[in-house]
């Protein structure tokens, strides 16, 4: 098929960046997104030109390096799909395709495509983790857990860190993340003594990193490619509000 | 004292703690629209149950003025808190996208701060209107609107007020705009106070719309029964 891509090029950081039309022609219907990418940019790369420079790496829709904004949806927008996993026969011959990156203050890009998402990693180093050592696998039924919580916990747990949930929010806001972390980790009896800590310095790591306010608009889990639930966000709030209550009040 | 101020302002700080500060004022906010709009209501039961209404209300004197600071306090608070929320949601996005798009962001989820601040420019001219100003010459000394024993014919007030075709369309167009921001302003509530759950989620939208409607039209019917000749 045959398509014209409008692509966000920008040198650096501090550089203005421009869309960039290209020809893409000759693409395999049967190709990913990231797989067109990589045939426009072979010819590019023939050509003497700068090739398009995007994140990827697994490819298989799991280690959630992938990003890029389509059409002003990130992942493309269907929803459940990670751009490695999106085909081009979701487009149509002689399509127009605008592609950006994630953007947010607090993902600055670091080239084109390709932007900083470590401000995920500070807010994981906030309380994203559980402090005690597992040792190697535990007994199965060692720590029973109820088969709902099980259930919501490893739902949550999907989540790849892959920012399109800040990407799609009108207000950049990384509340779907930060929910789903703490929605896995606040529902498993291993999370629980450190709940109120977790919540609270993932929140205010997740302030410090200048993303935004959620408005409960929902675009994020319109876009998750785990289909993280909005409803984590509530229970964030929940958990959020009772731990800055106990902390006000007994310190 | 001290440990419990910095706690408050420690939780403003938090876009969580803002957003629930949002809430809890809307919630007094909602509680005031309920009980005036059953005070106002009153109008159809006709001119004695009304201004025996608002007797009772004035008769409260200084003390009337403890639910109107009160309320002053919560409007400030929610328009603080929801214009800083705007704010810091403008800079987390410096450049926006070229190709913009909306996947399930409802209208009215997108105008808050404009249904918000003609919901405010509405306040200003509803007490200019009623209380303070003297547009249609309520308050003159010649006792016009004033009944046997001095207190306001506020029904009187309210019929002439409404009878002007122009004031009551502004009424109406600012009542719209109040409906759209509780549509998604009372849903909205439950989600940030943190009830909302996959079960509760359908139930609290459906909360929300009735209410947006229940308090428009509500309020809606006086004027419109006015122009249309039923309450005179
Ligand atoms: C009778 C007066 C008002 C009522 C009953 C009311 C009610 C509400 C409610 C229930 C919410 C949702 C809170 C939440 O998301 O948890 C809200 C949000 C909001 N209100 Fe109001 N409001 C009123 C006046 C105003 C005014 C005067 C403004 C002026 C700026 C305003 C601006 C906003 C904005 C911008 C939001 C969105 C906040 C967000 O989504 O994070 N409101 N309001
Ligand atoms: S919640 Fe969904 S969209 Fe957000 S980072 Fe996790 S997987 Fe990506
Ligand atoms: S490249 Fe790993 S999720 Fe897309």
Redesign the interface.
């Known amino acids: 098929m045959n398509l014209t891509l409008k692509v966000w090029r920008q040198k650096n950081r501090n550089a203005p960046g421009h869309l960039a039309e290209y020809q893409a022609r000759d693409i395999p219907v049967d190709a990913s997104f990231l797989e067109m990418l990589d045939i426009v940019n072979e010819r590019l790369i023939e050509s003497g030109d700068d090739p398009i420079a995007f994140d990827h790496d697994c490819r298989e829709g799991i280690c959630g390096m992938c990003s890029l904004t389509i059409n002003g949806k990130p992942h493309g927008g269907k929803g459940g799909v990670t751009t490695c996993q999106l085909h081009m026969r979701e487009f149509q011959e002689g399509q127009t395709i605008v592609i950006e990156p994630f953007r947010a203050s607090a993902f600055p890009v670091v080239k084109d495509l390709a932007v900083n998402r470590s401000a995920f990693d500070r807010i994981i180093q906030g309380g994203g983790f559980i402090s005690v050592r597992t040792g190697s696998a535990p007994e199965a039924n060692g720590t029973p857990i109820a088969k709902d919580v099980a259930d919501r916990a490893f739902a949550a747990a999907a989540c790849i860190g892959c920012g399109a949930c800040v990407a799609a929010c009108k207000n950049a806001s990384a509340m779907l993340f930060v929910a789903a972390k703490v929605t896995h980790l606040n529902s498993v009896p291993q999370g629980q003594p450190e709940r109120d800590r977790r919540v609270l310095g993932m929140v205010r790591a997740m302030d410090a990193a200048g993303f935004g306010n959620c408005t409960n608009q929902y675009e994020c889990a319109a876009v998750c490619p785990k289909e993280i639930p909005a409803d984590a966000i509530a229970r964030l709030n929940r958990d959020y509000g009772t731990a800055a209550i106990k902390e006000a009040l007994v310190g | 004292m001290k ?2 101020y910095l ?2 302002i ?2 403003y ?8 500060i949002v809430a809890l004022s809307a919630l007094g906010l909602l509680a005031f629209l309920l009980g005036h709009l059953a005070g106002n209501l009153l109008i159809f039961s006709g001119p004695d149950a009304l201004n025996a209404y608002a007797a009772k209300l004035h008769g409260l004197g200084v003390f009337l003025w403890v639910p109107r600071l009160g309320l002053l306090g919560l409007v400030g608070v929610h328009i603080m808190a929801t214009l800083h ?1 705007a704010a ?2 403008r ?16 209208r009215s ?2 105008m ?1 701060v404009l249904s918000g601040l003609t919901i405010l420019a509405f306040i200003i001219y509803h007490l200019l209107h009623f209380t303070v100003g003297n547009l249609h010459g309520f308050h003159d000394d010649n006792g016009a609107y004033r009944l046997a024993d001095g207190s306001m014919n506020v029904y009187k007030m309210m019929v002439v007020a409404f009878g002007v075709w122009f004031n009551s369309l502004f009424y109406l167009v600012a009542l719209t705009l109040l409906g759209s921001h509780l549509s ?1 302003g009372v ?2 509530l ?9 079960r509760t ?1 359908p139930l609290y939208t459906l909360v929300g719309r009735l209410f947006a409607v229940a308090i428009c039209g509500g309020f809606a019917s006086i004027p419109v029964a006015v122009l249309a000749g039923f309450l005179k």
Do not use: C
């Open positions: 440990a419990l706690a408050v420690r939780f700080a938090s876009s969580i703690g803002k957003k629930m929320l810091q949601n800079a987390a996005r410096p450049q926006e996208y070229v190709a913009d798009a909306t996947l399930r962001a409802t989820s997108r808050m998604h849903s909205s439950f989600q940030t106070l943190g009830f909302t759950t996959p989620r």
